[in-house]
């Protein structure tokens, strides 16, 4: 194909479709043909205030419409989209945008980021700019820079990802191709900007003509509110992490509506390994609809492997195999001497193609060490840090982690990162954060401290300011001495050993009644413990988002219909069963 950059590819859409839905946000939609007429007026306002080709422009938002239009605005300006959540603490999106030395800001946020030098660029300036007047653009080829992705650092800073034009273009023609997407498509659009998924959420149904629904950050949490917007929005296409697809799975499995997704024809996953038997589970619910393993990683341009989930397949397998490579793309499994291990053998999990990022913003070293020359390929390879195999088929199966990173909730986490903010904390000397496998098979963070006299809610409320929630561990123990290896490191193997047995503490002796210790015992489920009163707060006792959802699922296998928001508002055993006694649903 002649076209060569993203923003080609997607204003030949609104030349060809300029009638057609492009953008849904509820109760706001846009054509391609007022994507177009918006974004180009976002682009000369963006080139007025300085805006040039090659250089990052950092995006503080939600998904929302105007997100759209701004992305494809920047790119039009031959400039580098570089989208953070606003969701994430303050701290953390101030020093994303020192490291990408951005001129210029658009901040869709209610932060106030008028310490941070910058210009910035608010929803209300770009509502109120009118010109129609074309502002001259650089040229930029295939090869430049498209987006950067700032992912968990080994030195305990973000780190950026760079990806051209040429490497996210691969990813959505083999996608396109593939999962076969036309016109008359609708994609979700659910995952966070500051993830790679979000891309080809928003690219890839805009180089096809296709739909985009957006899903805003609080009604992703609640599986009632998601399953109704996918039905209501006649969804075609969209992806989840393992986590979050069991809370889905169970709630289409307690409301029995599985075969009310019509319209849905496939769900990706990403983000995690996700098992046999869930997914056989979701077939069970959903028998309309395909499944796809996913793997990949933001160094890989979101994708390097897939594998088609066959409902016969599950008989055969005791867990999923991530498939074979996408298009253009080579995956090698290395041993520790860089050669090619044989079938069966585990080793590195290494990728070179197209699709391959283009390094670290401004990190030469961390570039060098991740991207390497290798002698049997004429470019780069990858070293992703996961440990794989090959069978006689040439089929990867994926094996988890070499190093210290892990996945929470479908996010990629660098302990250390966690680690460096708790450190960071008045009084803390000494700490070892331990990942760990709740009774759902999801991982999350244990955080043991060697002072017994820190106040938790505290540091929690410390490192919220810090880290996105999916980082901050869910369970913090004190103890009096950190064990301790012969190199004076703390040993996390034999703290493990040690604290399988953790204790929490305990603030409350409970009341209890019937619905109280039905609460409590789905309480206990969820988070693996039972040191909790009926006066606590269920986000201050190790819940989450996540478990939360989960708490609201098994409350209605007990009868106990509860929304989400109520769940969020009540936030006490004592609190739910008031509320619940008001709306006299229990005798």
């Known amino acids: 194909m002649?076209?060569?950059?993203?923003?080609?590819?997607?204003?030949?859409?609104?030349?060809?479709?300029?009638?057609?839905?492009?953008?849904?946000?509820?109760?706001?939609?846009?054509?391609?043909?007022?994507?177009?007429?918006i974004s180009e007026s976002y682009a000369n306002l963006f080139i007025e205030e300085g805006i040039v080709a090659g250089t990052p422009v950092v995006v503080v938002a939600d998904r929302c419409l105007e997100l759209i239009a701004i992305a494809l605005a920047i790119l039009k300006c031959?400039?580098?989209?570089?989208?953070?959540?606003?969701?994430?603490?303050?701290?953390?999106?101030?020093?994303?945008?020192?490291?990408?030395?951005?001129?210029?800001?658009?901040?869709?946020?209610?932060?106030?980021?008028?310490?941070?030098?910058?210009?910035?660029?608010?929803?209300?300036?770009?509502?109120?700019?009118?010109?129609?007047?074309?502002?001259?653009?650089?040229?930029?080829?295939?090869?430049?820079?498209?987006?950067?992705?700032?992912?968990?650092?080994?030195?305990g800073n973000p780190k950026g990802v760079m990806v051209s034009h040429k490497a996210i273009?691969?990813?959505?023609?083999?996608?396109?191709?593939?999962?076969?997407?036309?016109?008359?498509?609708?994609?979700?659009?659910?995952?966070?900007?500051?993830?790679t998924d979000s891309i080809w959420e928003i690219f890839w149904p805009l180089v096809n003509g296709a739909t985009i629904s957006i899903l805003n950050s609080k009604d992703v949490k609640d599986p009632k509110k998601m399953f109704e917007w996918l039905l209501q929005q006649r969804i075609t296409y969209t992806?989840?992490?393992?986590?979050?697809?069991?809370?889905?799975?169970?709630?289409?499995?307690?409301?029995?509506?599985?075969?009310?997704?019509?319209?849905?024809?496939?769900?990706?996953?990403?983000?995690?390994?996700?098992?046999?038997?869930?997914?056989?589970?979701?077939?069970?619910?959903?028998?309309?609809?395909?499944?796809?393993?996913?793997?990949?990683?933001t160094e890989s341009a979101i994708y390097a492997t897939f594998q088609i989930v066959e409902r016969e397949s599950l008989e055969m397998w005791n867990s999923i195999p991530i498939g074979k490579p996408i298009r253009n793309t080579t995956v090698r499994i290395l041993n520790e001497r860089n050669q090619v291990c044989d079938s069966y053998q585990k080793g590195e999990i290494c990728i070179s193609g197209v699709s391959l990022a283009d390094g670290y913003w401004k990190d030469e070293r961390l570039t060098r060490e991740k991207f390497i020359s290798y002698k049997e390929n004429k470019g780069r390879l990858y070293r992703t840090g996961d440990l794989g195999m090959t069978d006689e088929n040439g089929r990867l199966w994926y094996f988890g982690r070499k190093d210290n990173q892990v996945n929470v909730y479908g996010n990629r986490?660098?302990?250390?990162?966690?680690?460096?903010?708790i450190l960071e904390y008045e009084g803390v000397t000494l700490t070892a954060v331990i990942p760990y496998l709740d009774q759902y098979g999801e991982t999350y963070l244990v955080c043991y401290l060697e002072n017994e006299h820190i106040d938790i809610n505290k540091l929690k409320a410390f490192l919220k300011l810090r880290l996105p929630e999916y980082m901050i561990p869910k369970i913090f123990q004190k103890v009096k001495a950190l064990p301790l290896?012969?190199?004076?490191?703390?040993?996390?193997?034999?703290?493990?050993?040690?604290?399988?047995?953790?204790?929490?503490?305990?603030?409350?002796?409970?009341?209890?009644?019937?619905?109280?210790?039905?609460?409590?015992?789905?309480?206990?489920?969820?988070?693996?413990?039972?040191?909790?009163?009926?006066?606590?707060?269920?986000?201050?006792?190790?819940?989450?988002?996540?478990?939360l959802a989960r708490v609201q699922i098994e409350l209605e296998k007990q009868g106990l219909y509860l929304s989400y928001d109520d769940l969020l508002?009540?936030?006490?055993?004592?609190?739910?069963v008031s509320l619940l006694k008001r709306r006299e649903s229990i005798g």
């Open 2 to 37: 002649k076209d060569r950059l993203l923003q080609e590819l997607i204003i030949k859409q609104c030349k060809q479709n300029g009638d057609k839905i492009a953008v849904v946000d509820y109760n706001r939609t846009i054509t391609y043909s007022e994507l177009d007429h």
């Open 169 to 195: 273009i691969n990813t959505l023609r083999w996608m396109t191709k593939q999962f076969e997407i036309s016109g008359q498509d609708v994609i979700a659009h659910k995952t966070s900007i500051s993830f």
């Open 78 to 155: 031959g400039a580098i989209y570089v989208p953070v959540d606003l969701n994430y603490p303050l701290h953390r999106v101030e020093k994303i945008i020192s490291d990408t030395g951005s001129k210029i800001v658009v901040n869709l946020s209610d932060y106030q980021l008028t310490e941070c030098n910058r210009r910035i660029i608010t929803l209300q300036k770009l509502r109120s700019y009118k010109s129609d007047n074309y502002r001259k653009r650089d040229r930029v080829s295939a090869a430049h820079i498209a987006y950067i992705i700032y992912t968990s650092g080994t030195t």
């Open 239 to 297: 992806q989840f992490v393992p986590s979050m697809l069991k809370v889905f799975v169970e709630y289409a499995e307690v409301n029995k509506l599985g075969d009310s997704l019509k319209d849905l024809k496939w769900v990706f996953n990403g983000g995690e390994q996700v098992g046999v038997n869930l997914v056989r589970r979701f077939y069970d619910s959903f028998k309309t609809t395909k499944y796809a393993n996913i793997y990949g990683m």
């Open 569 to 576: 508002e009540h936030k006490t055993i004592n609190q739910i």
């Open 413 to 421: 986490v660098e302990i250390y990162e966690v680690e460096k903010n």
């Open 485 to 547: 290896s012969v190199n004076k490191k703390v040993d996390k193997t034999q703290l493990k050993n040690s604290m399988r047995d953790r204790e929490v503490e305990k603030n409350h002796k409970p009341v209890m009644n019937s619905v109280s210790r039905i609460i409590r015992e789905i309480w206990g489920l969820v988070l693996e413990c039972d040191n909790f009163g009926n006066d606590d707060e269920f986000l201050q006792v190790g819940g989450d988002s996540l478990t």
